[in-house]
């Protein structure tokens, strides 16, 4: 077995490689194992999460617009048609109210002039007039008189045709219509 040679500080001497795992020797440095980035996952999450609630209030809005379209469409159903009608302009008009019924009530009627007229009446009851005007709007109500008078209906005929009629209840009848040439 040889062994190097003794050191003598006045001859220098070529570096020689460390030799690992020897004492006093240099350690190898521990590489740290390159780190991936987790903001590629955590953008496309945000992204997802936005796009979700994007479509769920976009559902919500829809549904809202629908029961709300439905709604008015609803109160639009209900509210009581107002009879309008066409003509031509300078024609004279024959306007018919009936109510139908039996007993005595109190009639109101307005001939399209916006000066209502009343009387009491034994029914059935009916009152036919002529307008020479172009737009006009009439209308009949009938209030009972007495616990024994019963309002079954009122009707309005325009130039010979039923343009409105209305069943009555225990207390009034109301019929309504518009005529525009």
């Given amino acids: 077995m040889s062994y190097p040679p003794p050191y003598d500080p006045n001859q220098a001497q070529p570096p020689q490689p460390p030799q690992y795992g020897q004492y006093g020797a240099p350690v190898s440095p521990v590489q740290q194992p390159v780190k991936k980035s987790n903001a590629g996952m ?3 999450i945000i992204v997802g999460v936005v796009l979700l609630l994007c479509a769920a209030c976009g559902v919500a809005g829809w549904f809202i617009y629908d029961k709300a379209s439905d709604k008015a469409q609803e109160i639009v159903d209900s509210l009581p048609s107002m009879g309008v009608e066409t003509g031509a302009p300078g024609d004279s008009h024959s306007v018919r109210y009936t109510v139908e019924g039996s007993g005595e009530a109190l009639i109101t009627w307005n001939a399209g002039t916006g000066d209502p007229q009343s009387e009491t009446v034994t029914l059935p009851w009916s ?3 002529t307008l020479d005007q172009d737009t006009f709007a009439v209308s009949v109500m009938a209030f009972r008189r007495g616990t024994d008078a019963k309002l079954d209906s009122c009707t309005i ?3 010979g045709t039923e343009k409105k009629r209305n069943t009555g209840s225990d207390v009034t009848v109301v019929c309504t219509a518009i005529f525009m040439s």
Avoid: N, V
């Fill in 157 to 159: 005929s325009i130039d």
């Fill in 127 to 129: 009152k036919t007039l």
């Fill in 42 to 44: 955590i953008i496309g």
